[in-house]
């Protein structure tokens, strides 16, 4: 299938590199937030969450920081590997019982041998 | 794997046809959920299912309509076909004891219409 997102920011690190993907969100009412990486044809995957009663969550070679005094969300990945190469979204969404989440346009992480 | 599975994963129709797209689901999820994909705009939500026969619009439903008659299925349709409809569609599912509230996506359907 076709990718999507051709023009999208772009993050280019070495394999082994830390890499640090950036999100700021709009609704400064939103309490759940997620990650997601797409690879080309493929679905979003679910990566990591964190609630907004919390700063920093942290998942296998993955932790995902929330600075809610300026809108912000990062994503860093340690020693990324080439298999990290995709496209990353994060979403915001209100707790409302179930999500209806508000995406980014996301970020393509080149990741080079 | 969320056992999500989508039909038709890829369809080129005319303009003015009515076309269907299917999400189907095997772990009883409650939620379910229709988005497109667009370069520039991210993921967009066209409509959403909180139960059997209860449906509401997202961001972008202009154009579309569904039908959740069963838990396992929920179906997009597009009574008639626009070029604007052009996109990749992606069923999403959440809500079960396993899953709590994470939305799990389909591998979508790329539609095409000319």
């Known amino acids: 299938g076709e990718s999507v997102g051709l023009h999208l920011p772009t993050l280019s690190v070495q394999e082994g590199d830390n890499s640090i993907i950036n999100c700021a969100y709009s609704?400064?009412?939103?309490?759940?937030f997620i990650w997601y990486k797409q690879e080309s044809g493929k679905g979003p995957q679910f990566i990591i969450d964190i609630r907004s009663n919390m700063d920093k969550r942290q998942g296998q070679r993955v932790t995902v920081l929330l600075n809610k005094t300026v809108k912000h969300l990062s994503l860093q990945i340690a020693a990324t590997q080439p298999g990290d190469s995709a496209v990353y979204f994060c979403a915001e969404s209100l707790n409302t019982g179930f999500q209806k989440l508000v995406f980014g346009t996301g970020t393509r992480l080149l990741v080079s041998p | 794997d969320a056992g999500i599975t989508q039909s038709p994963r890829h369809k080129v129709t005319e303009t003015g046809t009515p076309v269907t797209l299917r999400c189907h689901q095997t772990?009883?999820?409650?939620?379910m959920y229709w988005y497109r994909q667009d370069p520039g705009h991210g993921l967009r939500l066209i409509h959403y299912s909180y139960g059997v026969k209860d449906t509401d619009k997202g961001e972008v439903s202009d154009g579309y309509s569904v039908s959740r008659s069963k838990t396992e299925d929920f179906l997009l349709t597009l009574e008639s076909a626009t070029s604007s409809q052009t996109s990749v569609y992606f069923c999403?599912?959440?809500?079960?004891?396993?899953?709590?509230?994470?939305?799990?996506f389909g591998e979508g359907s790329w539609l095409t219409v000319v």
């Open positions: 999403a599912i959440s809500g079960t004891a396993d899953s709590g509230n994470t939305i799990y």
């Open positions: 772990e009883n999820h409650r939620y």
């Open positions: 609704n400064s009412a939103s309490d759940y």
